[in-house]
C-alpha cells in the first residue's frame, strides 16, 4: 500500500470478472438477476468514488490465462481484488497459484449461493487463497466485498 504526500492510504482496487459474466442481464436471469456487467461496474465505480478510492479498473475476460495475468500483474498496482472467477472458481489451479503468488489480498464473490446450487459449484479451488469468500447476495456480495476492501485497505497492512 502507499501513501500520498499527506500521509493518506492511497486506494487501488481491480474488479475481475470471469467467464460469462459478460452475459449477465440476460444469462439466467432467476439465478444472477437482471443487471448487466455495465450496470454492476457503474454502481461499484460511484460508490468507490464516493467513498475516495482513488482507481477502481474492470476487467471481465471468457479467457482463463487473461485473468492469470491480469492477477500477475496487480502485484505494486493495486491493494485489493474483487474477483468472480465464474465456474473457473471451481477447477481453476492456474488462477488459485496466481492468486497465492501474488501478495495482494483477493475477495472471492459470486452472485448465487454456490453451496446451494450443484454439487460442482460446491468446491471452490480459490477459497483456500483467498481472503474471504461473499456469495449468495447477488450484486450485494459485490457491494459488500468493496465495501469490506475500502475499510480493510484503510485499517490493515498485509
Ligand atoms: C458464479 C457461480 C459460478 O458457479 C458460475 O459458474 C458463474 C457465476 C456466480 O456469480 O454466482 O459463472 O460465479
Redesign the pocket.
Known amino acids: 500500500m502507499q501513501s500520498d504526500t499527506n500521509g493518506v492510504n492511497v486506494k487501488r482496487i481491480l474488479v475481475l470478472h470471469?467467464?460469462?459474466?459478460n452475459l449477465l442481464g440476460t444469462r439466467e436471469p432467476e439465478?444472477?438477476g437482471r443487471m448487466t456487467l455495465g450496470d454492476i461496474n457503474e454502481l461499484l465505480r460511484m460508490r468507490a468514488v464516493e467513498a475516495g478510492v482513488d482507481a477502481i479498473d474492470f476487467l471481465q475476460s471468457n479467457y482463463e490465462g487473461e485473468l492469470v495475468e491480469a492477477i500477475q500483474k496487480a502485484r505494486g498496482r493495486y491493494d485489493f481484488i474483487l474477483l468472480?472467477?465464474?465456474?473457473l472458481?471451481?477447477y481453476s489451479i492456474a488462477l488459485r497459484d496466481a492468486i497465492a503468488a501474488v501478495p495482494v489480498p483477493v475477495i472471492e464473490?459470486?452472485?448465487?449461493n454456490?453451496h446451494r446450487?450443484e454439487e460442482f459449484?460446491h468446491t471452490s479451488v480459490i477459497a483456500p487463497v483467498v481472503m474471504g469468500q461473499i456469495?449468495g447476495f447477488g450484486v450485494d456480495?459485490y457491494i459488500a466485498a468493496l465495501d469490506i476492501a475500502i475499510r480493510k485497505i484503510q485499517t490493515d497492512t498485509k
Do not use: D, E
Request: aromatic share 4%; proline share 5%; net charge positive.
Open positions: 470471469g467467464p460469462n459474466l439465478v444472477y468472480n472467477a465464474g465456474a472458481t471451481h464473490i459470486h452472485l448465487s454456490i446450487r459449484r456469495c456480495s
